[in-house]
């Protein structure tokens, strides 16, 4: 079955802190990747995407990730961490064709004290 | 830039009633979903919709659930008879045909709360 792994519930960080947060998935086909945030009282926004080439995409706000093919990874980078991106972080996966679901993990909060 | 909204941001409901959630989607998308969220769980694919039918559903979108596009800009999903454990958040979300790897663009949420 599908799925999608997030190893921390909840990181709390101090400002200028880097950050990881890893993300695991199970899916047997062509994948595509993202990572989504939701800000406190805000929709879920899109912070980056992987679909093909460069294992390594940049996002939105500084963010990185990482497409791991042996490890059936994904992990969310960036080196130094804001207040402002205190919010709640969802890894997802969808299958290779049109219009396809988006399975997530049950996403990290993540605390950045100032 | 165009978003996706939805309507009412909060909705209570008595058990057995029913309730539609509404969606405006972006305009030139094609494709249309609806997830929910249990307070403290993942975000959960109900339904896609493309095409004025049903492309996919998970086994949570059972006879109870229905959705629709009753004009060209709104989308909506119906629950039948509310149970208590269909209290969540219901988002929205919407894509451009084309290419596998389009974006969904997600609503703010409505939040259902079943007493």
């Known amino acids: 079955a599908q799925s999608v792994s997030q190893h921390n519930h909840h990181v709390i960080l101090s400002e200028a802190a880097s950050l990881e947060l890893g993300c695991n998935y199970s899916y047997g086909g062509t994948v595509n990747l993202f990572w989504y945030v939701q800000y406190p009282g805000q929709h879920l926004q899109l912070l980056l995407k992987y679909f093909s080439g460069d294992p390594l995409v940049k996002g939105i706000k500084g963010f990185e990730a990482e497409f791991i093919k042996s490890k059936f990874s994904f992990n969310l980078r960036k080196p130094s961490v804001q207040w402002s991106d205190t919010a709640e972080y969802f890894c997802?996966?969808?299958?290779?064709?049109?219009?396809?679901?988006?399975?997530f993990g049950q996403g990290t909060e993540l605390s950045v004290k100032p | 830039e165009p978003e996706v909204t939805q309507t009412p941001s909060h909705q209570v409901t008595q058990m057995g009633q029913e309730v539609i959630l509404r969606c405006v989607p972006i305009s030139n998308h094609l494709y249309f979903y609806w997830y929910r969220q249990i307070l403290g769980q993942k975000v959960e694919f109900l339904v896609s919709?493309?095409?004025?039918?049903?492309?996919?559903k998970s086994e949570i979108f059972d006879d109870q659930f229905s959705v629709e596009r009753p004009d060209g800009s709104n989308f909506t999903l119906k629950i039948r008879s509310t149970k208590l454990e269909d209290s969540a958040m219901y988002f929205c979300a919407s894509s451009e045909a084309g290419l596998a790897r389009n974006e969904q663009f997600f609503g703010p949420g409505t939040r259902l709360t079943v007493l």
């Open positions: 997802a996966v969808k299958g290779g064709n049109q219009g396809g679901k988006l399975i």
């Open positions: 919709f493309y095409n004025n039918e049903i492309s996919e």
